[in-house]
């Protein structure tokens, strides 16, 4: 056995490590960490010191064994887990929970996977950081406290199986407070000035007036001042100017840049910068830090003097902003500049050369600039148009890199004719253009982690996590709000010619925004009316700057949990004893048949319009809100008209046609055939015409477009793209083919790729017994049997499991337990140790 352990949390990284270590060291894996509060229990002390009470999960029990085992054979053991909080809340479980001898145990952290960072790491080796431990330990804490405390009077007064966390549900008020600024906003109109001249040698440019008019009136008497009016430049003013390079990432600006530039979601970031560092590729991607160390400027500087030449290099470092950065070491960056890209997958590789980019342009020269600024009169009125260009004179760092933009509006400055003071000018047309008001944006992923950041709520491990979470609890989901037409006026003058246009634009569309659902809206305002501290931005910004203070060992963990429980408790007691059931009710007016109130609110299977109420002598009548209506903006009207479905309309084959609306949206149905109505489309104007239109087409759509092998080959589009249907098999087309020709060969080679791929993830089949072991993803593998399907942990080698140890988990995991007698007055047992703890 090797004389040295290293233990590093995930394989990749372990694979990577294990190249620049010798045959004397063993490098395994603990897959995350080893140990965990309860599932099923609260595990904190709250009466005593918040004692945890941590447990090996059942899937790592395994992992601890072999851990273990392989510990006691080795001479020192290495805990080489990540350089921060999580990763050294594992080294110390890992020290716990394998009974380490502090002798031969060694802490070694780096801060990229790289041999002479590793060799450097374990030539330095140091303590387990018990204020990092700790730090991590008040997070794991009090937010299980928040969410334990907090989730079962959700159930209560909002509705069952929903939860809350602290910084998720500071998020979500976000999202929330964003939407109702955008619904009160109200547009108002002006009309923006724009004029084309040409000048004495013939060339065209575009001015514009600096202010706008407030109404129609003003821009048509201001465009008519100007017939026959004769122009000239008034002022021409030239400066030198200079645009300097953006810092190197951090985990923040990386998420949004990812985001702006490649489309990517912060958890798609995440994981894929992930794998650039296990494999060795890139520094640390969790850190608040914009420095690079003296290393990296040098090699940087190499490569920028060997690709670019030396008026392209300039050293600089640069400082954070961000107060209490978390373990502030490094910036995100290449770990070897000479790599412009890396052999990975395609997003991975995307990824990297958006970090190579970005760090080498930091360390490149300030571009250069010539700005011109040119003021035009006119010998009618007073005001003056003006005209703004630049011109490159030395890209500078711009021939590597440019930073993002979040600004939707933003003007591009373009080049500007060579113009001299007092020429004259030939107008070819003026325009008065009304223009409304925009409303705040919706949050993208990217501008939310930008928001948390700048609030000073959430560290860089937090911010991916947190957005899938809400999103996972169905509390906000990435929009498609489709916008609705608007009218604007143009005036124009040509050629001392006025006349006026109607235009229309769409606005209000947002694709891929955040926008909060009806469970999100409810349990927010029942949150933020209740827990108004808990949801507080400064609050949570304060919670985080107390976690930075233990990690500095300024701060003792076990009092700042006792201050803030010894608040937080008793108001969770009196919310749970007190407070009415939030329902997100509104009410609307009353049915005209029945006289009864009509209301929308959050029902079980999410929003609702209800006539009448649980307190009639007759069951209310319910309706399910279309995809497109909120709780907050259905009229009346709308509401009611939710009760003429499900609508008759006609016949076709013998089945009777009706158009309805169901949980994922309107749709019209002829026997057991289900057709989606378009988006958007109003069923209650859906027609027999347009019924068998979208019949027909469906019709169409599921026909066969090839026969293989005997069967039908379908072809459709789901949710993840095209796809083909073969012998119940679904198969993806991705964008080598040609989805809409594909040749005969075409089908015959996906299908047959498909057959292949299902061969080939097959690990066991026990036919007779109608069991089989499939690979999964993730490295992962499950066991089938009917309709039954239980996933195995990483740790299971599935390959070695017989026929025995697989029924063995089968029945482990399908015999139902028994059934428990219902415990005699549990409420009031609760009742009174509430009433005990409280005193």
């Known amino acids: ?15 990577t490590i294990e190249k620049f270590l010798g045959k004397d060291y063993t490098v395994a894996s603990s897959f995350g960490h080893i140990a965990d509060l309860p599932t099923k229990e609260l595990g904190v002390d709250t009466e005593g010191d918040f004692k945890p009470k941590y447990i090996v999960n059942k899937d790592k029990k395994d992992v601890v064994a072999k851990l273990r085992k392989l510990a006691k054979t080795a001479e020192i053991v290495w805990l080489a887990s990540d350089e921060d909080r999580e990763g050294e809340a594992i080294a110390w479980h890992l020290a716990e929970e394998l009974k380490l001898d502090k002798d031969k145990t060694r802490r070694i952290v780096f801060h990229e996977i790289t041999k002479t960072a590793i060799l450097k790491a374990i030539d330095n080796p140091r303590s387990i950081d018990y204020n990092l431990v700790n730090a991590q330990q008040a997070r794991r804490v009090l937010d299980r406290l928040v969410g334990y405390e907090l989730s079962p009077i959700l159930w209560r007064k909002v509705k ?37 001249f040409t000048t004495e040698e013939g060339k065209t440019f575009k001015a514009k007036l600096p202010k706008n008019f407030d109404t129609k009136k003003e821009a048509e008497d201001f465009l008519k001042k100007n017939i026959e009016a004769k122009f000239k430049v008034a002022d021409l003013s030239t400066k030198p100017a200079k645009k300097s390079p953006a810092a190197p990432f951090t985990t923040s600006t990386l998420q949004q840049e990812a985001a702006r530039k490649l489309y990517f979601s912060v958890s798609k970031t995440m994981t894929m910068a992930q794998r650039l560092y296990e494999a060795g590729h890139i520094t640390y991607m969790r850190t608040d830090s914009v420095n690079l160390s003296e290393d990296a400027r040098k090699g940087a500087k190499q490569e920028i003097l060997k690709s670019y030449g030396e008026k392209y290099s300039k050293t600089r470092q640069f400082k954070g902003k961000s107060k209490g950065a978390q373990e502030a070491h490094e910036a995100i960056r290449p770990t070897n500049f000479e790599n412009h890209t890396v052999k990975a997958d395609r997003d991975e590789e995307r990824l990297y050369e958006l970090i190579w980019k970005r760090t080498v342009a930091s360390q490149m020269s300030e571009a250069e600039l010539e700005r ?42 373009g080049m ?8 004259r000018l030939e107008n070819n047309y003026i325009t008065a253009t009304e223009r409304f008001t925009r409303p705040p944006y919706r949050y993208t992923e990217a501008s939310l982690v930008k928001k948390l950041e700048e609030l000073g709520i959430g560290r860089p491990s937090t911010y991916a996590p947190t957005i899938s979470t809400i999103q996972n609890r169905n509390y906000i989901e990435k929009g498609s709000v489709e916008g609705m037409e608007r009218n604007y006026a143009q005036l124009i003058l040509k050629n001392d010619k006025f006349n006026e246009k109607q235009l229309s634009e769409t606005v209000g569309s947002d694709k891929g925004k955040l926008v909060p659902t009806a469970v999100g809206t409810v349990v927010n305002d029942f949150l933020v009316n209740h827990f108004s501290n808990i949801l507080d931005y400064n609050f949570t910004a304060k919670v985080e700057q107390s976690f930075d203070d233990i990690a500095e060992g300024n701060e003792e963990w076990t009092k700042m949990m006792r201050d803030f429980y010894s608040e937080f408790h008793p108001q969770v007691l009196d919310v749970a004893e007190n407070a009415e059931r939030e329902v997100g009710e509104r009410i609307l007016g009353e049915d005209p048949e029945t006289g009864k109130p009509v209301s929308v609110r959050l029902g079980k299977f999410g929003p609702m319009v209800q006539i009448g109420s649980v307190e009639d002598d007759e069951k209310p009548r319910f309706a399910g809100l279309m995809p497109d209506q909120s709780l907050g903006s259905i009229t009346y009207e709308e509401a009611m008209d939710l009760f003429k479905l499900p609508k008759e309309i006609g016949e076709y084959e013998g089945e009777t046609v009706e158009v309805n609306n169901g949980r994922f949206g309107p749709y019209v149905r002829y026997g057991k055939t289900f057709v989606s109505l378009d988006k958007g489309e109003d069923p209650m104007i859906v027609d027999m015409e347009r019924a068998l239109e979208l019949i027909k087409a469906k019709e169409k759509a599921d026909a066969p477009i090839y026969v293989y092998e005997g069967k039908p080959v379908q072809k459709g589009v789901g949710r993840f793209g095209p796809f083909l249907k073969w012998n119940d098999i679904f198969i993806n087309v991705n964008k080598k083919y040609d989805f809409d020709n594909l040749s005969d060969a075409e089908i015959e080679e996906l299908v047959e790729n498909k057959k292949q791929k299902e061969i080939d993830k097959v690990i066991h089949n026990w036919e007779e017994e109608g069991i089989r072991v499939e690979k999964a993803r993730w490295g992962r593998s499950n066991i089938l049997k009917g309709k039954t399907k239980i996933e195995l942990p990483k740790t299971v080698d599935a390959s070695k499991l017989t026929l025995e140890e697989v029924k063995e988990i089968l029945d482990k995991k399908t ?25």
């Open 372 to 413: 011109t600024n040119v003021k035009i009169d006119a010998d009618k009125h007073k005001n003056q148009f003006t005209a703004n260009g630049e011109v490159l004179i030395f890209d500078g760092f711009l021939k590597v890199y440019l930073e993002g933009s979040d600004d939707e509006e933003e003007e591009q400055e």
């Open 815 to 839: 015999k139902k337990p028994a059934k428990k007698k219902p415990a005699a007055k549990k409420k009031a047992a609760t009742s009174k140790k509430t009433t005990t703890k409280k005193k």
């Open 160 to 196: 069952g199986g929903l939860s809350a966390g602290r910084v998720q549900s500071v998020s979500v008020r976000l999202i929330v407070e964003r939407e109702r600024e955008i619904e009160d906003f109200k547009a108002e109109a002006s009309f923006r000035i724009d004029a084309e």
């Open 416 to 423: 500007l004719p060579a113009l001299k003071i007092n020429e």
């Open 1 to 15: 056995m090797a004389k040295n352990l290293v233990i590093v949390e995930s394989p990749a990284k372990a694979k």
